[in-house]
C-alpha cells in the first residue's frame, strides 16, 4: 500500500483524462488546474475510512484562514472502483461525504466511467486491490496536493488532519506563485518549514534556520567588531590631540 514518494512527487496527472460529476456532467482533469489540487482517492460503496476521510477533510477545509477553496485551491474526490456511477457518487456525497453546501462549488465527487481507473490512480503512485475476505478495497488514506500544473507536490496521510498541516502542504503546492510573490508571510512560511516524512508532519526547517542564525551573528559580531576598532582609533586620536 506504501506510495513510493521518490518516484511520483513531481508526476503529472493526464490533462485529457474525462471524469464525470455527481450531476452526469462530463469534465476534464485540466479544468481543475490552475489552481492547487487536493486529489482524494474514495470508493462510494465504502461504509469505513472514505467517508471518514472526506469528512474529516471537510471540517478541517473549514478552519483553513489563508487559503479560499475554490478561489485559492480546489479538491477532487475521485472514485477509484469502477462500479461507481455518478448516482452512487451523489449518494456518496449526501449521505456520507459531510461536505457542506457551501464547498460544493471548489470541492467535486467523480467517476472515471469507462476509463483506466488502475490507471489514473497510478500516476500518482496509489494502488489498491480487492479483499475478499474483509469484503472491501484495501488502499492507503492518503490526500495528495497536486501544483496549479497538476504535478504531485505532497503526500499527506491518514484520517487526522489538522489545519497547520493542510496550510502548509497547500503552500508546498503553490511555491511557484510564492517564489514570485511579494507576500512576506507567504515567503516565510515555504521556506522556514519543511516535511518530515518519517514523522508525516511539517516542522520547522532547522538547518535554515541554523544557517540564518549564523549568518546574522556573524554580522553582528563584525559590525560590533568594527564598532569597537573605530572607537579606539577615536580615543587615540583624542589623546595625541
Not at 171 to 194: L, M, P, Y
Amino acid at each position: 500500500m506504501q506510495i513510493d514518494e521518490p518516484r511520483f512527487l513531481g508526476n503529472r496527472l493526464q490533462r485529457e483524462t474525462v471524469l464525470t460529476d455527481t450531476e452526469g456532467r462530463n469534465f476534464r482533469v485540466a479544468e481543475m488546474m490552475g489552481k492547487p489540487l487536493i486529489l482524494l482517492l474514495s470508493y462510494y460503496g465504502c461504509d469505513g475510512t472514505c467517508p471518514a476521510m472526506n469528512a474529516e477533510l471537510a471540517k478541517v477545509l473549514e478552519k483553513v484562514g489563508r487559503f479560499k477553496l475554490g478561489k485559492d485551491y480546489r479538491v477532487l474526490t475521485v472514485s477509484f472502483d469502477k462500479r461507481d456511477t455518478p448516482a452512487t457518487a451523489k449518494q456518496f456525497l449526501a449521505n456520507a461525504a459531510g461536505v457542506p453546501e457551501a464547498m460544493r462549488d471548489g470541492w467535486r465527487h467523480a467517476v472515471l466511467q469507462g476509463g483506466d481507473v488502475q490507471g489514473f490512480a497510478g500516476e500518482v503512485g496509489f494502488r489498491f486491490f480487492w479483499s475478499d475476505a474483509a469484503k472491501a478495497f484495501l488502499h492507503p488514506n492518503v490526500l495528495v496536493f497536486l501544483t496549479p500544473e497538476g504535478r504531485v507536490a505532497r503526500y499527506i496521510y491518514g484520517t487526522r488532519m489538522d489545519v497547520r498541516t493542510i496550510e502548509l502542504a497547500i503552500t508546498d503546492a503553490d511555491w511557484e506563485r510564492i517564489s514570485n510573490s511579494t507576500a512576506v508571510f507567504d515567503i516565510f512560511t515555504g521556506a522556514c518549514f519543511s516535511y518530515n516524512y518519517a514523522e508525516g508532519r511539517y516542522q520547522w526547517n532547522y538547518s535554515l534556520l541554523a544557517g540564518v542564525g549564523s549568518l546574522l551573528l556573524g554580522l553582528v559580531s563584525m559590525g560590533a567588531g568594527a564598532l569597537i576598532y573605530r572607537r579606539r582609533m577615536s580615543r587615540r586620536g583624542a589623546k595625541r590631540n
